[in-house]
């Protein structure tokens, strides 16, 4: 069995320690953009809910509108 020495084992170990900051680094900027999309979903949530109070409010104006313009066309 060949023998390992210090040196070697300190060495995988800095290669490993390495490999793991890159991941760490990498998992943070997965999780940044993941948090990015939540916003935008969050104010896409927003932008419906008001969505639907607009839409009512144009569809009764509409409807005044086309009942006005039937009556004075009459």
């Known amino acids: 069995m060949e023998e390992v020495t210090h040196k070697q084992i300190y060495d995988r170990l ?12 990498h998992t943070v900027e997965i999780r940044d953009a993941f948090d990015s999309v939540k916003g935008a979903f969050t104010v896409l949530g927003w932008i419906a809910s008001a969505a639907k109070p607009i839409l009512w409010i144009v569809a009764g104006v509409g409807a005044i509108y ?3 313009e039937n009556v004075v066309r009459k």
């Open 66 to 68: 086309a009942f006005v």
């Open 14 to 25: 800095v290669a490993v320690e390495k490999k793991v900051d890159d991941i760490d680094r």
